[in-house]
């Protein structure tokens, strides 16, 4: 039932989703670098495997009520585990006016510390 219930919200986010670019973990690290947040949108069971040090951390399921959270006047860099629910959290964003890109390949191809400190 609740993998249901994940997919309903993937699929509902994507409809309606706004267009959003996606780039290379190397651009985002340049772009960090200049002010632009990290967004992890896994799980807190994911999370604990590792996250991009700074990255605010909002689960997907929780996007919709606590975007605000998140500054407006930065862009954000949202990733995931693989790219496909930071995807829908990436239209959403775009939605509700933030300039937001995806990061691909998600942190399953985050740089090594010496290019992105993690935990």
Known sequence: MK???FAMLLAAMAAFAGEF???????AVALSKKGAVFLDVRNPDETAQGVVTGAILI???EIQKRF?????DKQILVYCRSGRRSAAAAGFLVDQGYNVVNVKG???AVPPKNVLPHN
């Open 68 to 72: 605000a959270e998140l500054p407006k």
């Open 59 to 61: 689960p997907l399921p």
């Open 106 to 108: 998600g942190f399953l």
């Open 3 to 5: 993998k249901i219930g």
């Open 21 to 27: 670019k996606e780039i290379e973990w190397s651009d």
